[in-house]
């Protein structure tokens, strides 16, 4: 009995996808075939992938992985667990008849070989219809063949267009080479004049040359003219800010004053809130004061704390954003908020609200 014959007949009447999956699962090798086109070609290649499959360490390479597959098969399984009189039942049965087969020639066991292909002889190889010589090369059958034929005509076809494609373009690329050729005497001759004229205007570079130096000369004389006034109104703001701290301190210690008037149990008399960067202004005379800096005023505006616990809201506005500002306005009712461009202006308010008390 031949072996190779009955693994023969079993491949050539395998399903087209089983035969696929046994092709990847054994890492088959095919010369022209990628193993990403092997699940859409497997009709196509079926005789290259039975040669493989026959080869001596690719039929061993299949018996391995059939093996795999009966570990994870129940019904695999059992077929190794069968008496020959069930085998033989199976047998009669197309449909179980190739699965049957695979699992007993895979088997490591001799016995389970012989039976398949007794069972193989007895019941397939001598029907007329089904025999087979091993040496005889695969035949395709005849809808295959003319899928090949039909195929390999699309290719011719494809080709001809190709090549129809690529003289179309070597004809376009021939005429932009002549193209460019002109185009190219056409620049140098350009570049030509173009270096004689500035060969003839050197003069007039020159001059022009000159010209720009005295430009910038003038320019940095008047840069320098800036910068000194630059320098002078920075004193002068230096000057402002020693004026401004003076009063600072004077509203410091108006605060701290405040401060021990509260603690002799005075009763402030308004809750104000000061929006801006005055971290050492606790309070001021008669006025309970809440700090709010610059830094911590986005926190303020997204959260859902309520305005109007304040009597009054005063805001140091140089020193937020306009787009700050545009939101407290929304938030705040007018007249609730007091604006102060200074801190003199801030102090000046505070004494008129004391004056008027």
């Known amino acids: 009995m031949n072996e190779k014959a009955v693994w023969k007949w079993i491949f050539a009447h395998m399903d087209a996808n089983d035969l696929a999956y046994l092709a990847e699962d054994t890492n088959l090798q095919l010369k022209g075939f990628r193993k990403k086109t092997l699940q859409k ?10 040669k493989g499959f026959l080869e001596s360490k690719g039929l061993q390479k299949v018996k391995k992985s059939i093996r795999d597959h009966v570990k994870e098969c129940k ?32 088997s490591e066991d001799e016995k389970k070989q012989k039976a398949g292909k007794k069972l193989f002889y007895e019941c397939i190889a001598n029907e007329q219809e089904h025999g087979i010589k091993v040496d005889e090369p695969e035949e395709v059958a005849d809808e ?17 267009k190709k090549e129809k494609k690529i003289a179309e373009l070597q004809q376009q690329l021939s005429k932009k080479e002549n193209e460019w050729k002109k185009e190219k005497a056409k620049w140098e ?79 402030a008399s308004k809750h104000i809130a000061l929006i801006g960067n005055a971290k050492n202004w606790s309070m001021h005379p008669n006025h309970q004061l809440t700090l709010i800096g ?44 007091k604006e102060f461009q200074t801190m003199n202006a801030l102090a000046k308010y505070v004494d008129q609200l004391e004056a008027s008390r």
């Not at 070609?41 to 039975?50: E, G, S, T």
């Not at 085998?87 to 190739?98: D, T, V």
């Not at 899928?147 to 001809?160: G, M, R």
Request: with cysteine.
């Open 189 to 267: 001759k350009e570049r030509k004049e173009l270096q004689k004229m500035v060969q003839s205007k050197s003069e007039e570079f020159k001059k022009l040359g000159e010209s720009y130096a005295d430009k910038l000369a003038h320019l940095e004389k008047s840069y320098k003219e800036k910068l000194a006034n630059a320098k002078n109104q920075i004193e002068g703001y230096k000057l402002e800010m020693d004026h401004i701290k003076e009063q600072y301190k004077a509203l410091k210690m108006a605060t701290e004053e405040a401060a021990a008037g509260t603690a002799n149990g005075q009763v």
């Open 75 to 106: 019904e695999c399984s059992a077929y190794l667990q069968m008496k020959e009189e069930e085998l033989a039942k199976l047998m009669e049965s197309e449909e179980k008849r190739i699965g049957l087969l695979k699992v007993l020639l895979a």
């Open 41 to 50: 070609n497997v009709v196509f290649m079926k005789p290259q992938i039975i």
């Open 294 to 337: 610059s830094e911590q005023l986005d926190e303020w505006l997204e959260s859902e704390e309520s305005w109007d616990e304040y009597d009054e809201v005063w805001l140091l506005k140089y020193d937020i954003t306009p787009g700050r500002f545009r939101k407290l306005k929304n938030q705040i009712e007018k007249g609730h908020l």
């Open 144 to 160: 295959e063949v003319h899928a090949l034929k039909k195929t390999i005509k699309d290719q011719e076809v494809k080709l001809n």
